[in-house]
């Protein structure tokens, strides 16, 4: 225990958002600066996102047979398989590196019977999937951070990638996550890394005929959600939820969601991954439980369930198999969840589009440290006239709305609905827009997808990715990423002030107008966003100037 705090606090130092993992916080890697959209998908795709339980946050590396098939029979028998829970995923700790001459994986005998494949068959028997794990370095994860087990060198997959995804498609597997320790600490190229393997298990599905899940997990270092969707279904935005023996957190929690805040990214088959579920582990209580589903189901995020299955409470399984949850999360729209008010400081909306016509899921989370009452406008979910509104956690129809509904709020919790009405023209302030100047063609950009404080707007080729993705709110800010707001500096109201990024606050200098002769004027200031020197090129850096009518000031939202 002493070496596992002596890395956690090794861990929070390192990491560029203060959170601390089992395995994983090292220096964040340079991405390239614009990545070429990645090849056409190897690895199988998904139509939802991935469901089920992984074995990490509960037993760490120590797992045998008998651990995943006890957790195997507890999925089927508690009813979260009938819920839609469908995968059962052997984490890290399964293999310690052992090669047979030829190279390939061998495995203790006594911890698994009958090899890997005879687990495969088991978690198949009780009809679900099964998942296995390695890492894309020579050695995994479980060489740099052993936890449970000794230091194992050779655990990763690198040199033997055709090699280990046969073999995993051969013993049964249906997914397979990819950890990134070795891959980080030989500095390898997270896009380029992840294609091969992708490409390999392209190859291992021509040969058995099995499709086995890509789950990328280089835990953002290398913005993976700029180019893993051409060659996953999931991938992880942060570092982990939490790390081995550690007491759940919801510091943790709504710092993996913020960080997973990448919408452009997500559509059918492809989603943000901001980790594994902490939901029912000991210390988090049933509001902690509902807070945390919520936010995971608003992000249509993968639910995989890391709680001990067969000790589980009653209000943990119901949590995990609300079916109205559940339904918000597998939606087939596959979009992600984002931010579109924030009237007060940490009193917060998120919507969601659903399937079908003026539907929409919606969070109203209170950051702050009292209760307090969070309206949802219908204009920002992009809603008109009267709608009606349903409690998940309650259970409850609560009615129907015109313009807007306002719940009571805990601290430190959300409250979860389905809201059904009249889609307006146009999407609403909801919808995530791209903002493209007039005389140039391209679009406001932030360089690098960066989500650093201060990082000034710019021109670019638009490209669709989620650092051109601006969200109008109701509240009049320009949101980006979910998090951050479009904000004059320092509060700026001269000529010349840079127009930036900055974490949202709602004061009025990242509040903007957008009006209908092109024009978006700051409310603080009065000034024009302006490309800089009417410049039209690439990398043109914007700012507020006096309003002149030049077509450098003005904008099309769309």
């Known amino acids: 225990m002493l070496r596992a705090a002596i890395l956690?606090?090794?861990?929070?130092?390192?990491?560029?958002?203060?959170?601390?993992?089992?395995?994983?916080?090292?220096?964040?890697?340079?991405?390239?600066?614009?990545?070429?959209?990645?090849?056409?998908?190897?690895?199988?795709?998904?139509?939802?996102?991935?469901?089920?339980?992984?074995?990490?946050?509960?037993?760490?590396?120590?797992?045998?047979?008998?651990?995943?098939?006890?957790?195997?029979?507890?999925?089927?028998?508690?009813?979260?398989?009938?819920?839609?829970?469908?995968?059962?995923?052997?984490?890290?700790?399964?293999?310690q590196g052992t090669r047979d001459a030829?190279?390939?994986?061998?495995?203790?005998?006594?911890?698994?019977?009958?090899?890997?494949?005879?687990?495969?068959?088991?978690?198949?028997s009780k009809g679900l999937k099964a998942g296995i794990y390695t890492d894309a370095g020579k050695n995994g994860c479980g060489y740099y951070y052993p936890t449970g087990r000794p230091a194992a060198p050779g655990s990763g997959s690198e040199g033997h990638y055709d090699q280990d995804f046969l073999q995993f498609s051969q013993w049964g597997f249906d997914y397979v996550k990819v950890d990134w320790c070795g891959g980080n600490a030989e500095g390898l190229n997270a896009q380029n890394t992840y294609q091969a393997i992708s490409d390999a298990i392209g190859r291992a599905t021509a040969q058995t005929g099995r499709p086995m899940v890509l789950s990328i997990c280089d835990w953002g270092n290398q913005s993976p959600w700029n180019w893993a969707p051409g060659m996953s279904a999931l991938w992880r935005t942060s570092g982990d939820i939490i790390y081995y023996g550690q007491a759940p957190s919801m510091t943790n929690v709504l710092a993996n969601f913020d960080a997973a805040q990448h919408p452009a990214a997500q559509s059918p088959g492809h989603y943000n991954d901001p980790d594994m579920l902490i939901a029912g582990m000991p210390g988090f209580t049933a509001a902690q439980n509902r807070t945390h589903l919520s936010l995971w189901a608003i992000s249509g995020a993968p639910l995989l369930a890391g709680n001990n299955l067969s000790t589980m409470s009653s209000d943990t399984r119901a949590v995990l198999t609300n079916p109205e949850a559940i339904a918000i999360d597998q939606d087939s729209r596959g979009q992600q969840g984002v931010k579109v008010a924030e009237?007060?400081?940490?009193?917060?909306?998120?919507?969601?589009?659903?399937?079908?016509?003026?539907?929409?899921?919606?969070?109203?989370?209170?950051?702050?440290?009292?209760?307090?009452?969070?309206?949802?406008?219908?204009?920002?979910?992009?809603?008109?006239?009267?709608?009606?509104?349903?409690?998940?956690?309650?259970?409850?129809?609560?009615?129907?709305?015109?313009?807007?509904?306002?719940?009571?709020?805990?601290?430190?919790?959300?409250?979860?609905?389905?809201?059904?009405?009249?889609?307006?023209?146009?999407?609403?302030?909801?919808?995530?827009?791209?903002?493209?100047?007039?005389?140039?063609?391209?679009?406001?950009?932030?360089?690098?997808?960066?989500?650093?404080?201060?990082?000034?707007?710019?021109?670019?080729?638009?490209?669709?990715?989620?650092?051109?993705?601006?969200?109008?709110?109701?509240?009049?800010?320009?949101?980006?990423?979910?998090?951050?707001?479009?904000?004059?500096?320092?509060?700026?109201?001269?000529?010349?002030?840079?127009?930036?990024?900055?974490?949202?606050?709602?004061?009025t200098n990242q509040q903007w107008t957008i009006n209908a002769n092109g024009t978006i004027t700051g409310v603080q200031s009065g000034l024009c966003l302006d490309a800089s020197g009417a410049a039209t090129a690439n990398g043109t850096k914007l700012l507020l100037w006096t309003c002149s009518g030049a077509a450098n000031q003005k904008w099309t939202v769309k």
């Open 343 to 507: 009237a007060q400081s940490g009193l917060q909306v998120y919507s969601k589009v659903l399937s079908g016509s003026g539907r929409r899921a919606v969070v109203l989370l209170n950051r702050t440290g009292s209760t307090a009452t969070i309206t949802a406008p219908w204009s920002a979910l992009g809603l008109t006239g009267a709608a009606s509104v349903r409690d998940v956690w309650a259970a409850v129809d609560r009615g129907s709305f015109t313009g807007s509904y306002a719940a009571t709020v805990p601290a430190g919790q959300a409250v979860l609905l389905t809201v059904t009405g009249t889609d307006g023209t146009g999407g609403g302030t909801g919808s995530a827009k791209q903002i493209i100047g007039t005389p140039s063609g391209r679009c406001v950009d932030i360089n690098n997808s960066s989500t650093t404080n201060g990082t000034q707007a710019q021109l670019w080729d638009c490209n669709g990715q989620s650092n051109q993705q601006w969200t109008p709110t109701a509240t009049k800010q320009l949101m980006i990423y979910g998090t951050k707001c479009l904000d004059a500096s320092n509060q700026g109201t001269t000529n010349g002030t840079p127009a930036v990024i900055w974490d949202c606050n709602g004061q």
């Open 102 to 124: 030829s190279g390939n994986i061998t495995v203790d005998s006594a911890d698994w019977p009958g090899g890997m494949k005879a687990i495969a068959d088991y978690i198949h």
């Open 8 to 95: 956690a606090v090794v861990c929070a130092l390192a990491s560029p958002v203060g959170l601390v993992g089992s395995r994983v916080q090292a220096a964040v890697a340079d991405s390239p600066a614009r990545a070429a959209p990645a090849a056409v998908a190897a690895a199988s795709t998904v139509s939802a996102p991935p469901i089920g339980w992984a074995s990490w946050n509960t037993f760490a590396a120590q797992i045998n047979y008998n651990v995943i098939k006890g957790q195997a029979d507890a999925l089927a028998s508690s009813g979260m398989e009938a819920a839609g829970y469908q995968y059962v995923n052997i984490d890290e700790g399964w293999w």
